[in-house]
Each structure stands twice: as C-alpha cells, then as structure tokens.
T-cell receptor, first 115, second 114 residues
Framework: AQSVAQPEDQVNVAEGNPLTVKCTYS??????LFWYVQYPNRGLQFLLK??????LVKGSYGFEAEFNKSQTSFHLKKPSALVSDSALYFC?????????????FGAGTRLTVKP | EAGVAQSPRYKIIEKRQSVAFWCNPI?????LYWYQQILGQGPKLLIQ????????DSQLPKDRFSAERLKGVDSTLKIQPAKLEDSAVYLC????????????FGQGTRLTVV
C-alpha cells in the first residue's frame, strides 16, 4: 500500500528566507502527489499536485514542489517565506499501481515563519 | 463556486451515544470521501464513494460507523455507539472522477466524546 513520510514535525524559518517542507513516499506503481495546507479550525486547502510531466510544479501562494523519482521525494518549497504561511502542511499520495488508489496523507509538518 | 458544506461544525456527546454528520459536496463531483483526523495526525480515509457506490471502506470500523450517499449527492456519516477514541475532526471531501484530480475539503466537524 502507498505511504507518505514527513520527517519533520516542525519547521521554523525567518520571514523572507526560503522554506522547504520535506516529503517522501512509497508506492508500488506511479505516484500522484499532492500538497495541502491547513489553517486553524479550517479544512485542508489544495496547494499543488504532480501527475506527470515537468518535475517542478508550481502552485498557489507562490509555492512549488519538486518531484524526484530516484529519491522518492516531493519537497514543498517557497523562495521567500511570509508570516502568513505559518500553518500545518500535509503531503499526500495516490498509487496508480494495482489495488485501491485512495489518497494517503502524511502526519503533517507545522511551519512557523517568524517576523 | 460553493465549496464542500459540512454540519454541524462542533458536537459534544457522551460515550455510547450516537451522532451523525452531514456533507454536501461540490456540485458535479462524483467522488466523495470521509476522513477522520485525530489531533496531531494526518487525515485517515474512512470511506470513499463514487456516485452512490462504495469504492473503499477498508478502514471504516463497521461495527460502529456507517455511511451512506443516497442519490449520489449528499452523504451522512454515523457513529453508534461512540467511544472516547472517536474524538476527532471528521472531514468530508469531494472531487471529480479520476485519480489525478485533487480533493476539495469541507471545514470539518469537531467531535468530542466525553
């Protein structure tokens, strides 16, 4: 079955600095990969996805993510962090191999951007 | 475009009581999901519908949880009887058909079982 790991519970960056939130995945077939953000008392909001094609995917609010098949990673990045980016970030994967292809989420990474 | 609607937003019940959550997906979305999100964890899929048929309910505790999606639109998730460990946020999401499509989430229902 597919799985996702977010190795960092917490990421702290200063405003204006670049940020990276890490995600690695495990699938038997080809992956569809997603990033979501969750603000307090809110549902998850879709940021971006990788389906096929260019390994660098651009999404909402200036975020981007790079798909790396050899490292089975899909790290979320932003060149210049804002205080308003502080939130909980979830990586998710669907396995396009055999079996069911439900979306599996990581445990989440809390991003804190300090002024 | 209206988003995924869920109600109620908050619910507090005693253990062994029953509770029901309602979800109205985005118009035209054939796929509907119910997720359970326990504090500090990522969402866990409970059940996935395609129109009014169940695609995956492998992680649904069927002895106490049930869900239906009559007419392939609205959905209801029920817990009977509730246990303390059911305290969580229950998220409903919907998407167009196709595995490459992203899911859109409602705000969730925060359930506290005391």
């Amino acid at each position: 079955a597919q799985s996702v790991a977010q190795p960092e519970d917490q990421v702290n960056v200063a405003e204006g600095n670049p940020l990276t939130v890490k995600c690695t995945y495990s699938v038997s077939g080809n992956p569809y990969l997603f990033w979501y953000v969750q603000y307090p008392n809110r549902g998850l909001q879709f940021l971006l996805k990788y389906i096929t094609g260019d390994n660098l995917v651009k999404g909402s609010y200036g975020f981007e993510a790079e798909f790396n098949k050899s490292q089975t990673s899909f790290h979320l990045k932003k060149p210049s962090a804002l205080v308003s980016d502080s939130a909980l970030y979830f990586c998710a994967v669907r396995d396009m191999g055999f079996g069911n292809n439900d979306m599996r989420f990581g445990a989440g990474t809390r991003l804190t951007v300090k002024p | 475009e209206a988003g995924v609607a869920q109600s109620p937003r908050y619910k507090i019940i005693e253990k062994r009581q029953s509770v029901a959550f309602w979800c109205n997906p985005i118009s035209g979305h054939a796929t509907l999901y119910w997720y359970q999100q326990i504090l500090g964890q990522g969402p866990k899929l409970l059940i996935q519908f395609q129109n009014n048929g169940v695609v995956d309910d492998s992680q649904l505790p069927k002895d106490r949880f049930s869900a239906e999606r009559l007419k392939g639109v609205d959905s209801t998730l029920k817990i009977q009887p509730a246990k303390l460990e059911d305290s969580a946020v229950y998220l409903c999401a919907s998407s167009l058909m196709g595995s490459g499509t992203e899911a859109f989430f409602g705000q969730g229902t925060r359930l506290t079982v005391v």
